[in-house]
């Protein structure tokens, strides 16, 4: 089973990196903190300081179109943030 599905490399978190050593991931919904730090520390080879994670739940969404009222849903998540010790994630490599 995958705990980490995807990075998160947005704005605020290039601010957070650069300032904090700090890294989000989405990750599986029944992985616990123990199971990220490890599974981090595997996949990239660095030493992790610290989680932290956020349970994200769908939110509904509606517009308005010609043909009437469209309803749908946004999925719901997980978030890791891992802070590490020292080093870095480059999540650009092609190795």
Do not use: C, H, W
Request: proline fraction near 1%; charge should be positive.
């Amino acid at each position: 089973m995958n705990i980490i599905l995807k990075p998160i490399v947005t704005e605020k978190m290039s601010d957070q990196t650069e300032a904090f050593n700090r890294y989000a991931f989405v990750v599986s919904k029944s992985a616990n903190k123990i199971d990220i730090k490890k599974s981090v520390e595997d996949l990239y080879e660095v030493k992790v300081k610290s989680v932290r994670t956020m349970n994200y739940y769908g939110k509904t969404k509606s517009r308005s179109t010609k043909a009437g009222l469209i309803r749908g849903k946004k999925n719901s998540f997980k978030k890791a943030i891992i802070e590490l010790v020292e080093g870095s994630i480059d999540f650009y490599s092609n190795e």
